[in-house]
């Protein structure tokens, strides 16, 4: 009896038909799938990344050896471990640059730290920064923070203060704040401490060029507070240098990593540093203020017109 279905006769003495035993059932597929790049990010990926949620960018400047690195190397290190006051991690589109910056910190001589516990900042590119990124969230309303961190090369700074040179500064004008990373050991020595101060006021003015005015929260992040604290006096003086220059600044005292852990512990003033950067300053609004209606009034046309 015929089925109607046909069926193909094997033939096992032909070549082609022995040689195709054992081959894969399916085609290799042509494009190999690939987990993003997790080093650091574009100012075209920030750029895509703030376009889809509110993203808090942060200016990061300071001379060479002021700290920079070492702040974000430590602020990685701690959030991490779960020891950043206040704050837990929700994800990061950058931790392999967060380790290969945060190496240094991790490899130790025979129970002695290295000399330098970060490495020295070199982009690829000498003309675009390389941000890191951190989403946050915040303990006390549960808050979400998306945040880019720039690790720019401290030459950029110095050549910012120097020759003016402001064209790799752009990304500035999206920031919310900026962090100008000072050493603390350099105001406490009498001999560097005027330079010091003088260069900040100088690039307080490179700043005010750059914005035409009025320019973003500014902060300055004192180093090495394990080495000690800094004075009134000088922070009184640094204030006043940036008088000169209608800026005025917040000053906080920060210890990355610690020589004397037994005074000040590592990561000192980081939660401090992260929860001002994430506060606005401007006072809370009521958005609806509520108020009882007056008999013929027109309440609905007239209001807020007094604002």
């Keep these: 009896m015929t089925t109607g279905v046909s069926v193909d ?11 195709a035993i054992g081959s894969p059932v399916l085609e290799r597929p ?9 080093r650091t990010l574009g100012p075209d990926a920030i750029s895509k990344m703030m376009a889809s ?10 001379d060479p050896e002021s700290g920079k690195t070492a702040c974000l190397a430590s602020l990685y290190l701690m959030i991490s471990n779960a020891e950043l006051a206040g704050w837990k991690f929700a994800d990061s589109k950058s931790l392999m640059a967060f380790e290969d910056i945060a190496r240094g910190s991790r490899e130790w001589n025979a129970g002695n730290p290295p000399e330098q516990m970060t490495v020295h900042t070199e982009l690829s590119d000498e003309r675009r920064p390389g941000f890191l990124h951190l989403r946050l969230v915040r303990d006390s309303d549960g808050r979400r923070v998306d945040l ?3 690790d720019l090369p401290g030459e950029w700074t110095t050549e910012l203060v120097s020759t003016s040179r402001t064209d790799r500064f752009e990304f500035l004008r999206a920031a919310e704040v900026i962090w100008v990373v000072l050493d603390g050991r ?13 260069r900040v006021g100088q690039l307080a003015g490179r700043l005010g060029t750059l914005f035409s005015g009025e320019i973003p929260k500014l902060m300055l992040v004192i180093t090495h507070r394990d ?9 009184t003086r640094l204030t ?31 939660d401090e540093l992260i929860a001002a950067s994430t506060t606005s300053d401007l006072p809370a609004m009521e958005f609806w203020p509520s108020s009882d209606p007056v008999e013929g009034s027109r309440s609905y046309i007239g209001y807020r017109r007094d604002r």
């Design 186 to 198: 350099a105001l406490e020595n009498k001999e560097r401490r005027q330079g010091v101060i003088s």
């Design 227 to 235: 080495s000690g604290e800094l004075s009134a006096a000088v922070t």
């Design 148 to 150: 880019a961190l720039p």
């Design 240 to 270: 006043a240098e940036l008088a000169k220059r209608d800026v005025a600044a917040t000053v906080l005292a920060v210890a990355p990593f610690s020589d004397n852990d037994e005074q000040v512990k590592a990561g000192f003033g980081l």
């Design 30 to 38: 042509t494009g190999t799938s690939s987990f993003p790049s997790s």
């Design 53 to 62: 949620r509110y993203v808090t960018v942060i200016g990061i400047l300071g």
């Design 9 to 19: 006769v094997v033939d096992p003495s032909d070549p082609t038909t022995l040689s």
